[in-house]
């Protein structure tokens, strides 16, 4: 009767191991096999570009504006070089602008950019930088814009001097 006992173990034994491996093997292919649903990466990384804006009247810069054409909001920094050209348009010297520039909400710090009071959404312009027109019988006017995100930054950096600043490595923020 022993005997009779340990073979029906044994064969309750093997069958389940059977049906253990059975199960096993269906579950990984049905999950190796299985479809889903593809993913949609909505991911949209951040655009940090800008545009300069002159407005020209007749023989005058009467304007001049920088536009965030990016997708984030950004710091908006400006070079302005004044140029002194003759009659056939060949550049002869450097013109003093210091007098059109400066408009309210710019301010010119050491390095000679103008930075912008405040950040700049996207799409949006910032407040004209020329105090008055600038007549261009004999001057070539040529306004430089960069933009830097403006979130992200530590939140120490309140000012656009202070995010290029930062972004130069020049301050820990």
Same mark, same amino acid.
Request: aromatic share 10%; glycine share 10%.
């Given at each position: 009767m #022993?005997? +009779?006992?340990? #073979?029906k173990k044994a064969l309750i034994l093997a069958l389940s191991a059977a049906l253990l491996l059975a199960g096993a093997t269906g579950g990984a292919l049905a999950y190796l096999t299985g479809e889903a649903d %593809? !993913? !949609?990466n909505s991911f949209v990384p951040g655009a940090v570009t800008c545009e300069v804006v002159q407005t020209v009247t &007749?023989?005058?810069e009467t304007g001049a504006k920088v536009r965030n054409t990016g997708n984030v *909001?950004?710091?908006? *920094?400006?070079? @302005? @070089?004044?140029? $002194? !050209?003759?009659?056939d348009g060949y550049l002869t &010297?450097?013109?003093?602008l210091s007098s059109y520039l400066g408009a309210s909400g710019w301010t +010119?710090? $050491?390095d000679g950019y103008w930075?912008?009071? &405040? #950040? @700049?959404? %996207? +799409?949006?312009? $910032? &407040?004209e930088l020329l105090t008055d027109d600038i007549d261009l019988n004999g001057t070539l006017v040529t306004v430089l814009a960069e933009a830097i995100q403006a979130d992200g930054m530590p939140e120490s950096v309140t000012t656009a001097i202070a995010a290029f600043e930062y972004a130069n490595g020049g301050g820990n923020g």
């Open positions: #022993k005997f +009779q006992f340990a #073979k %593809p !993913v !949609v &007749g023989d005058a *909001r950004a710091w908006i *920094r400006a070079a @302005v @070089v004044g140029n $002194t !050209v003759n009659a &010297g450097n013109a003093d +010119q710090h $050491t930075y912008w009071s &405040g #950040k @700049v959404e %996207p +799409q949006a312009l $910032t &407040g």
